[in-house]
């Protein structure tokens, strides 16, 4: 156990006289966990957007068949019919379901001047009592009955000609924007809200919702609600939690994005090994006489392997601390956005570094010191002491 | 070139690093390829677009229809050779993770235009003959194991028929069409007037229209004048070049090509790390031999391209067979299954590859070949 002891310390206090080489193996595996961190950021932070968006007391109402807000279709008295089904909560003379229309506008962002599908929501009166979380940040709401629009703090962000006090054209219409909205991270703060009636016209979508969004009188009233809407001869609609329908559509972005993620990144680990075995490699045999030395005084196999693999770990301690480090600095909170292919439309996140990513990045650098050391450490134990006392 | 012994014996003389050396930098050439074919996945094949066509698409958004109408005003305009619309159908196969397009078209005028889709002629006339007909694309046939004479029931998303049970639509698989490699072979396309005639609303719609102009170069004004003889209506366009059109549809993933690239930076700048250190330190080992080289005649450029030689070679044999590996991975197929039908490495990048390979090469051998031309025979031999 001295031996060991006796031995690392030895290694770890020479990395300085291996400046150069090491370097190289710190860079090479801090190269690695930079990628693999960043690149899973984007799949966390897209999930906890989507996964965010919803509470288990409110349920999405759609057409049967359809498989998202923009594909549903309701028409207007299927959307009083909807709001008489039992379990939604109700405050004074407000009923707590909200018909809802959800399309795209074309919309340059700020940083290129291609356009993107960004959602454009069609409200009522009910939209933001029955989303609790929803508060303007900035400016005012809009006024029902007029071409005024709401931004999401994201959209805001992103999207070229959202700055409140000024005006959009789109097409032949024309849209003011009179305020910033914030909904806790969800979802909507990616989206542009307008008056359901004036989009109705704009579009021509005569009297005709897309979706009604309901909040109920507690979760556990959702199958009631469901039930009674299911069974109802005068509908063909589906019924869903809304944390539900989100969380669903988080998952073919995040498995793709997990997919390309890991295996780029188990690429360049494998890279970043045979970078540490080579620097590895390079401190056994600048030091070969050294270890013969050690050997031929008493100093066992065991204690020279256990030197070399902890220096190699060390050293990827150091890569994987500064690889999640740079993350860390330059993407986390990074907004940007993507298109989700069941709505076609935009979807506003920023990449989110955890400390669960940051512990796997320093994991995974262990793992490659691991393995980068091993080889060159049997190597060493095996050095025959007099040939190597004779070299150089 | 008698020398190439002499170099290839002093690459090897240290087996264990020259292995791992080559290691890193096969492994950094095989990440070159997987990324780049990535980055081309993500631009779902700008290349192939065609630069005669243009894309006319309502000004909103590519979700709002435009009229079937506009096909007569557009064919008479001068300078157009052929006109034909297409609409998405956005449905579901089984199960919404099976995802495929499949899109309602004119046959005759749609498989004109798209010439690098190719149908065998008794495809194209059962095609004609069958108002259920869809044809699709051999990948995809191949994934769900469809052959000609099937029947294919679809969910419909948007529309529903007028007839038949729910939302389901059943289409006649009447031909498989094929292309080159980049090809999206992953599609079905059907007929529009049978989706028109049996869908409950939205008759006389379509999604988007293509045009195929004369001549390339007038498609700026072409475009303009497009949008001129529709502004003002109920449905006013944009028109872009197919080109711009499916550029900009990609940039709404978000800018992976940008991603990929500064991955491959990183990758490429610590392999030269690696390279570079290895090369310094295999020059200081045999300083005294090169000194001998030089006692014996070798001249100063000599020992300099002696090196130079050397450190490309080892580059261009590792990163030749990790491109080659790369290459054969990306033939193997789309590893999504489906999501990314331009799974190809495009030719352009192999030799963007093999340019790095030289560049790299040369860098990493550059510092230690100067070191070594600039020996002192004396003071090298002096020193052990």
Redesign the interface.
């Known amino acids: 156990m001295k031996q060991i002891i006796a031995v690392t310390l030895l290694n770890l206090r020479t990395i300085p006289q291996r400046l ?2 090491s ?2 193996a710190i ?2 595996i801090a ?1 690695v966990v ?2 693999l961190v960043a ?1 899973l950021s984007i799949a966390e932070g897209f999930q906890a957007v989507l996964q965010g968006t919803g509470t288990p007391d409110r349920a999405i109402v759609m057409r ?5 807000e ?2 549903s ?1 309701l028409g207007g008295p299927d959307v009083d019919v909807i709001r008489q089904a039992p379990g939604i909560a109700r405050d004074g003379q407000m009923t707590m379901a909200s018909g809802e229309l959800y ?4 919309m340059p962002k700020r940083t ?1 001047d ?4 960004v959602p454009l929501r069609g409200v009522g009166p009910e939209a933001t009592a029955v989303r609790q979380e929803f508060r303007i940040v900035e400016g005012r709401m809009f006024e029902f009955g007029t071409n005024e629009i709401v931004v999401g703090r994201g959209a805001a962000v992103l999207y070229a000609g959202l700055d409140v006090g000024t005006e959009l054209r ?4 024309t849209w003011r924007v009179v305020g910033v909205f914030e909904t806790d991270g969800s979802v909507a703060e990616g989206e542009i809200w307008c008056d359901a009636r004036t989009l109705q016209s704009v ?2 979508r005569g009297n005709s919702y897309q979706t009604v969004l309901a909040r109920l009188t507690s979760p556990a009233s959702f199958d009631e609600f469901r039930d009674w809407l299911t069974t109802n001869p005068q509908l063909d609609v589906q019924v869903r939690r809304e944390t539900e329908y989100y969380a669903a559509q988080s998952r ?1 972005l995040t498995t ?1 994005v997990r ?2 993620g890991f ?2 990144a188990a ?2 680990s ?3 090994i ?2 540490a ?3 590895m ?2 401190a056994v045999a600048s030091r070969a006489r050294e270890i013969a030395t050690l050997r031929a005084l008493g100093f066992n196999a065991p204690a020279v392997i256990v030197s070399v693999l902890t220096e190699s770990m060390a050293l990827a301690a150091i890569g994987g601390a500064l690889g999640g480090l740079a993350a860390y600095a330059a993407f986390n909170g990074y907004q ?4 989700n ?2 709505t ?1 439309s ?1 979807v506003a996140f920023a990449f989110r570094i955890t400390g669960r990513l940051l512990v796997l990045g320093l994991v995974a650098a262990l793992v490659m010191g691991f393995f980068g050391g091993l080889l060159p450490a049997i ?1 060493a134990a095996r050095l025959p002491i007099v040939a190597a006392l004779r070299e150089l | 070139m008698r020398f190439l012994p002499l170099i290839w014996k002093n690459a090897w003389r240290r087996p264990f690093r020259t292995t791992f050396t080559l290691l890193v930098i096969f492994v950094s050439f095989l990440l070159f390829g997987v990324l780049m074919t990535i980055r081309t996945a993500f631009t779902l094949g700008v290349e192939l677009a065609g630069q005669d066509r243009l894309v006319i698409i309502h000004k909103v958004s590519l979700i709002q229809p435009l009229p079937v109408s506009y096909k007569d005003r557009l064919t008479v305009v001068p300078g157009v050779e052929d006109v034909t619309h297409n609409s998405w159908f956005g449905g579901v196969y089984q199960d919404p993770s099976n995802f495929f397009a499949q899109i309602a078209v004119e046959p005759e005028p749609f498989l004109g235009i798209y010439t690098e889709y190719r149908l065998p002629a008794d495809q194209m006339k059962a095609w004609l003959a069958d108002r259920q007909g869809a044809i699709v694309g051999r990948d995809l046939a191949e994934r769900f194991n469809w052959s000609i004479g099937d029947r294919v029931p679809i969910q419909g998303t948007i529309w529903r028929p007028r007839s038949g049970t729910g939302n389901t639509w059943e289409f006649n698989i009447v031909g498989i069409y094929d292309g080159e490699p980049g090809v999206d072979r992953s599609q079905l396309f059907f007929r529009y007037d049978y989706l028109d005639e049996n869908r409950t609303f939205g008759q006389g719609l379509v999604g988007w229209y293509i045009v195929r102009i004369a001549d390339p170069s007038r498609s700026a004004e072409l475009a303009a004048a497009f949008d001129g003889m529709f502004a003002n209506s109920s449905a006013e366009t944009k028109t872009t070049t197919e080109k711009g059109f499916v550029e900009s549809f990609a940039k709404q993933i978000g800018d992976i090509g940008a991603i990929m690239v500064a991955i491959l930076v990183l990758v490429l700048f610590n392999m030269l790390l690696v390279v570079t250190d290895v090369m310094s330190y295999s020059v200081t080992e045999r300083t005294s031999e090169l000194a001998v080289y030089k006692a014996v005649g070798f001249t100063n450029v000599g020992v300099l391209a002696m090196v130079l030689v050397e450190s490309v070679s080892i580059v261009v044999l590792g990163g030749g067979l990790g491109l080659l590996v790369a290459w054969l991975f990306v033939q193997g197929g789309d590893p999504t299954g489906g999501m990314l039908p331009a799974w190809v490495l495009p030719q352009r990048d192999v030799l963007l590859g093999v340019v790095l390979m030289a560049m790299l090469g040369i860098l990493a051998g550059s510092l230690p070949a100067m070191a070594a031309m600039r020996l002192r025979i004396t003071d090298a031999l002096r020193r052990n």
């Open positions: 150069a080489s370097a190289v860079v090479g190269g930079v990628v690149v049967g068949g359809a498989d998202s923009m594909t279709g399309v795209i506008i074309d290129s291609t356009p993107f599908n789109s097409g032949q219409d579009y021509r073919t793709l997919i390309i295996g780029i690429l360049m494998l890279g970043a045979f970078g075995i080579l620097t490699y390079t940007t956005s993507t298109i292919f069941q076609f935009q190597r």
